[in-house]
């Protein structure tokens, strides 16, 4: 499994106790990385000579990977805020394209691609197309698997309806 962002390591420790024979997590913050391979240790019970840490560009890891001929069963995608209002989801869709390019390259056949957007300027919408039109360009069939949204305890009040900024897709990538 190859996960990106993920702050505390959330996603990467519920990979290793979901039975993953590797979790690579990638992330530019050093300290980012440090809270969630401390959060690993807090849970002696999980496999951490399984897990990787990598301070890195993601953009220039997935690249790396793919050349390397690396591939993955599931790729976690969980950047941070690329466009804060609409006024930037035009620079924002070129950056969830370009990342979920690269992701869907590194999947094998039947893989699962999870890709969140927390972008308010983004709607799930053109996230839906951004994610569609990466798959395309990957020369991959895609189909989505469940629309992803905040949990329960984040609710979008009805007059805010910009306050729904938390979306994800899992997709299944042949």
Request: proline share 6%; hydrophobic share 45%; glycine share 10%.
């Amino acid at each position: 499994m190859l996960n990106r962002s993920y702050y505390t390591g959330g996603f990467s420790l519920q990979a290793l106790a979901g039975g993953a024979d590797e979790v690579v997590s990638i992330d530019s913050s050093g300290p980012a990385l440090a809270q969630a391979a401390a959060n690993l240790a807090l849970n002696p019970q999980l496999p951490a000579e399984r897990a990787q840490w990598l301070e890195d560009d993601v953009f220039q890891a997935l690249r790396e990977f793919k050349k390397a001929g690396r591939q993955f069963d599931l790729i976690v995608l969980d950047p941070p805020k690329f466009a804060p209002s609409a006024a930037h989801a035009d620079r924002a869709a070129r950056a969830y394209k370009d990342i979920n390019l690269h992701g869907c390259k590194l999947l094998k056949p039947g893989g699962l691609l999870m890709t969140y957007s927390c972008s308010g300027g983004i709607g799930l919408e053109l996230f839906q197309k951004i994610v569609a039109g990466a798959a395309l360009d990957a020369g991959r069939d895609a189909r989505i698997v469940e629309r992803l949204t905040g949990a329960p305890d984040h609710p979008v009040a009805l007059n805010f309806p910009e306050g729904e900024y938390l979306k994800g897709l899992l997709v299944q990538v042949d």
